[in-house]
């Protein structure tokens, strides 16, 4: 095979490969819309398709299933969209500024700045996902994204404690659980979504709140 044969196949193939991937994206993206407007059990595969704009057996062959395809509406919307969340979370930016931040009370402000934008997005696909709680396969994804935060704040909370920014009775695990419980999607539909407050005056409280709860007093 001559070398221009060679590049030729790498080229098509490296096109393919883009093509599809763009052409997933639109699937999350539309799949999206039509689960939040629909519910899950009205979502089907062809209502999907319609909105995406492909035939329904590339829906198929671009996904695991319909409860799949809400897995993947749920982490792009978690991520800010299909294409950030193939990211790992480490390297998402919102999750980046918390981690290279070295101040422990503005590293608390960067991560409450990102709680408005991620229940704002995913709180509709989780309730959802709440309403659709006798399904199997969706009991799992609900266990699998709870373990996924737990991991993450755990995480947090260490990196916390390893500056050693954390109060002198508190615990890795019991930070963790704070954290857990002062962002979760309760409070914001408590506040934003029910009465009323800005994406500011939540991100306000919540930093504050997180600071007095977890940290040392400044000298």
């Known amino acids: 095979m001559s070398e221009n044969a060679t590049l030729r196949r790498r080229y098509d193939s490296s096109t393919r490969r883009l093509h599809a991937a763009r052409t997933r994206r639109r699937i999350i993206d539309a799949a999206t819309q039509v689960f939040v407007k629909r519910g899950y059990t009205a979502a089907t595969m062809p209502l999907i398709a319609r909105e995406a704009h492909v035939a329904v057996e ?26 950030r969340a193939e990211l790992a979370v480490e390297h998402r930016p919102g999750i980046q500024r918390v981690i290279e931040e070295t101040d422990p009370r503005r590293q608390l402000r960067a991560y409450a700045a990102t709680q408005p934008g991620v229940w704002s997005r995913v709180g509709p696909l989780l309730r959802v996902l709440d309403e659709a709680a006798g399904d199997p396969e969706l009991a799992v994804l609900r266990a699998d994204l709870a373990e996924q935060r737990l991991h993450g704040l755990t995480s947090f909370a260490t990196l ?60």
Do not use: F
Request: neutral net charge; glycine residues 6%.
């Open 160 to 219: 916390l404690a390893e500056r050693g920014a954390l109060k002198a009775d508190l615990t890795i695990d019991k930070a963790r659980d704070l954290i857990w419980t002062l962002c979760a999607q309760a409070n914001y539909d408590a506040l934003v979504t029910a009465r009323q407050w800005s994406h500011t005056e939540y991100r306000k409280w919540l930093s504050d709140t997180l600071t007095a709860a977890l940290l040392t007093a400044e000298p």
């Open 58 to 83: 590339t829906v198929y062959r671009s996904t695991s299933g319909k409860a799949g395809l809400l897995r993947e509406a749920i982490q792009a919307s978690l991520a800010g969209g299909a294409e």
